[in-house]
């Protein structure tokens, strides 16, 4: 079992700049075919994949936030990370991160919640 708590989020204004942790209970970066998310629900809508960053590193991102958010990860910290810049009042919504270990174990945070208004 893992456990994942985000943390980061808040009320900005348009143009501003968060950082979203997602820290894990115990090591999970190592486990071959892992893959870690960050999605979002804003109210009415369904969750949608953010970004996401896979064993090897490689990253992606949804048309709507390429070039604005970047994710990473600390291994040693076993914490995930989304730099998220230029924020839109389109990217209000709770943000969830989410852990696939690639053999059928998948956990979820309890998000948090990021508002983008003037």
């Known amino acids: 079992q893992v456990q994942l708590v985000e943390s980061g989020g808040g009320l900005v204004q348009p143009g501003e700049s968060l950082r979203l942790s997602c820290a894990a209970s115990?090591?999970?970066?190592?486990?071959?075919?892992?893959?870690m998310g960050w999605y979002r629900q804003a109210p009415g809508k369904q969750r949608e994949l953010v970004a996401s960053i896979v064993i090897g590193g490689s990253t992606t991102y949804s048309d709507s936030v390429k070039g604005r958010f970047t994710i990473s990860r600390d291994s040693a910290k076993n914490t995930m990370y989304l730099q998220m810049n230029s924020l839109e009042p389109e990217d209000t919504a709770v943000y969830y991160c989410?852990?696939?270990?690639?053999?059928?174990?998948?956990?979820w945070g309890q998000g948090t919640q990021v508002t983008v208004s003037s």
């Open positions: 115990r090591s999970i970066f190592t486990a071959a075919g892992m893959a």
């Open positions: 989410n852990y696939d270990n690639g053999r059928g174990f998948n956990a």
